[in-house]
């Protein structure tokens, strides 16, 4: 590892890194770029946890048969508004790209569009999918459903999932995306704490008994956002995905099968075509005036600035678009490991 | 007030009374009884916030105008897939109803459907239209938007509302039933508290200022659940449903108009036809399989069942269904002063 530590990377270097390790992993070049653009959208927006640190792991589920690098994505139910999409475990940035380009061409026809999306694998940041949909002046829904991670409400033990939802709306100037875990917490932010070793509030999570712990080093399941409001909103993701789609997760796993054991994913998402009800216009102007009047309300003084859901994560992609990435040297190492071991070239530092 | 205190009144009693309130107050026939059903139906399931103590108040906004008793329901706009009624301001419980209805015919013809909700009253419980669908073998998703009466996360004032959120899918017995309002708390909850003087824990309220108290007589403004999650969410309730349809609720409180003074909510309801998707009974058979590995696993020693969404409602509606529903002398009191004023004859206790 030669690489200077916080050297940036320009974000098209990392999308080209990115997709030329997944080019050599077996990925069509065209699915080798939506990755890495899905992966570097992430970084760019502060995500780091859903970003290129993720490169090794989908290289290993490739190498495992977890993930198909060529997939034949199918159609398998197409109905006036919706179509069921049979991902051949696709990269979950190849399925859920295909499946929200399905909903918003659905919802051109019929006002909204559903896209089911049935074995995939890990989805990445659910708001790329969502901030597509909003940029093409729809209302965009994404849910994705995956294996269990997280404290069912009342159980002391993994049952539930951390299942994002994001929701998404264009706006005067840029879309509001919502992106959120149900958990109280995300598996990246107790991984982080472990790191540093600062404890972790009371309430976050379990260890691997099911214990209550505040220990950093023994925190391994987060609980659900508000007890049972977010094990029920994980649990009824994985019944609106995977068992209309018929895949189970929870339960495969819950009972130890085989199948259970491996690494699974399934999804939906919705687009609304906002301009079938109303003046998209009038729209944006509404959503600016919102937010100007949120923006004015009198401000907790322990928080810097009243935010709206994606501005945060606006103003970093500014920064970082200008200023480069920078990766935590433990990450470059691996990711020079992979380069050396694929035979790509590891990507340059500014 | 002679009715003894916690005589329990039979649940088609108190149908029939709160329907003929309705009726005297204005509605037609039909739309009375859908309001008296949709009350009643919470109190049957505990929800008693959301119940037939909400008679009077609903009676009130007939008389000031802002609640439409005979209102003329319009399909303003249809696609294939979805419509937009403008409710005219007809009680919440009649516009949802139809609303819900209007989304279950479109995917039975389109896989999913959507029915927006302009101007619409005070929607009551939610969990109701997603169990309609529920009924009907299909996934449902039930919003609705109000004016502001929760803190926006970061601001020291209330600028969200505390939207609720319903998803439903049928079940092998019965349906599962999500219904969850977007604060830390309901408002409900703040008020019962005032009532017991019971100190409210840290995090779940601000005072009428703004300034965050655990003293159940001042706290007034709920916190949004999970912070930046909850406010964000209802954030998003307000965009894909008040903007769409173009009857803004947050902006005009917030500005302090004449219009945002009003008793005023829109919503939303979507369904998913599953049988399109996957075959049926395998889809109940798998939700009760799922529905068993939760249940099994180890319990928290502080709570009594591991439940699914709705189950607590279901078994508290089995016994009020047998023992007939109570109501607080206060409550009762209030309604034996409507009847009387309306020449309602009052509802008679067991």
Redesign the interface.
Known sequence: MTSAPQQPIDADALRGFAAAVFARAGMRAPDAATVAEVLVWANLRGMDSHGVMRIPRYVELIQAGDMNPAPNIRVT?E????V?IDADRAAGPVAMSAAMEHAVA?AR??????A?VRATTHTAAVGYYTTKAAEAGM?GIAISASWPNMA??????A?ASTNPIS?A?PGGKAP?V?D?GTG?VSIGKLMQARKTGQPIPPGWALDAA?NPTTDPKTAQIPLP??G???S??S??I???TS????N?L??ET??RSAEGKRHRQNGAV?A???A????MA??RR??E??IK??K?????PD?A?????GERGNKIRAQRARDGIKLPPPILAELQALADKLGVEMVATR
């Open positions: 139910t109905t006036p508004a919706s069921l659905k026809g019929a006002g909204i569009g559903l089911l209302a069912y409400h009342g159980a002391r033990a049952g929701i709306v509001i919502l959120m109280i099911g956002l508000g049972a409001k977010g029920g909103l649990l009824m994985e019944l609106i068992l209309i789609v018929a189970p929870l339960a819950l009972e919705i609304i075509d906002i079938r009800y109303c003046d009038v729209f509404e959503v005036r919102l009047s949120l004015a309300l009198p401000r907790d928080i600035e009243i935010l709206l859901p």
